[in-house]
């Protein structure tokens, strides 16, 4: 059993500005992912120019940061929001959802894939190996700030949570980033080696994903305000069956194009 550390949220801070660990890992998840979509693109020899990748790379981001938090609003704390509207722009306090950033993408993915007559897909295929680099570093920033912790258990690799109280829990944090992030990694930089047909490593990605997160959210506490929804799930395992779903149709397109 460990105890978990405390680490301060804030990484550095000069003045009244600070910069808190989701920041950094943010800032990772860009620099990082940066060279990997310069390579995806390569494999997948799309005519775009590093201007136009770099373009894209801003309006992913936009569409992650947006889409996730408003989907935490919408998804987890709708109630709240409506009552303090004035929080919902209190960003330095958290409150990100993970299938709200999706939702963000997909968005993004298709204006800009408008504004430069691309296929939604292909851009799709494009980004959707990237992303799991993302998610991991994202996990451990949860781990970081000591937040999103798992369900009572006493495993030895079990961590005590200060502000979870004194039980040890599930690392919830800890699985997810390994799953979606360095598993789904692999499988999808695997899958990525060749072409494939247009949709499919989108396909992939949403499968995976929602896989991952369905079995880690078994072991991570639920939303204390939300708790467990109909059939005993919680809220995010019922937002990843529309993933699987979608991921699924995607496959048989790509099979059915021959």
Not at 9 to 19: H, K, Q, T
Not at 149 to 169: C, K, M, N, Y
Request: hydrophobic share 55%; charged share 15%.
């Amino acid at each position: 059993m460990f105890v978990h550390p405390e680490i301060d949220p804030v990484f550095f801070s000069i003045g009244p500005l600070a910069v808190r660990w989701y920041g950094v890992m943010y800032s990772l998840a860009f620099l990082l992912g940066w060279p990997l979509l310069l390579l995806q693109a390569r494999r997948m020899d799309l005519k775009l120019t590093r201007e136009d990748l770099g373009d894209f790379a801003v309006w992913i981001l936009g569409g992650v940061i947006l889409g996730g938090r408003l989907g935490y609003i919408l998804f987890y704390q709708s109630a709240y929001y409506l009552a303090h509207p004035a929080a919902i722009f209190r960003v330095w306090e958290g409150g990100m959802a993970f299938h709200g950033g999706l939702i963000g993408v997909a968005v993004a993915i298709c204006l800009f894939a408008r504004r430069k007559k691309v296929a939604c897909l292909i851009l799709g295929d494009l980004v959707s190996p990237v992303v799991p680099l993302g998610l991991f570093l994202g996990r451990i920033g949860n781990f970081i700030n000591g937040e999103l912790w798992g369900r009572t258990t006493d495993v030895p690799w079990a961590v005590v949570f200060p502000h979870a109280g004194s039980a040890p829990r599930h690392p919830s944090q800890i699985y997810e980033a390994l799953l979606e992030g360095v598993l789904l990694f692999a499988v999808m930089w695997w899958f990525g080696k060749k072409k494939r047909k247009s949709g499919v490593l989108f396909g992939i990605f949403l499968v995976g994903y929602a896989v991952c997160r369905f079995g880690v959210e078994f072991f991570r506490e639920p939303d204390a305000h939300l708790g467990l929804l109909s059939m005993g799930l919680s809220m995010g395992q019922w937002l990843c069956l529309p993933m699987v779903a979608t991921g699924i149709v995607l496959w048989l397109a790509a099979a059915r194009r021959g």
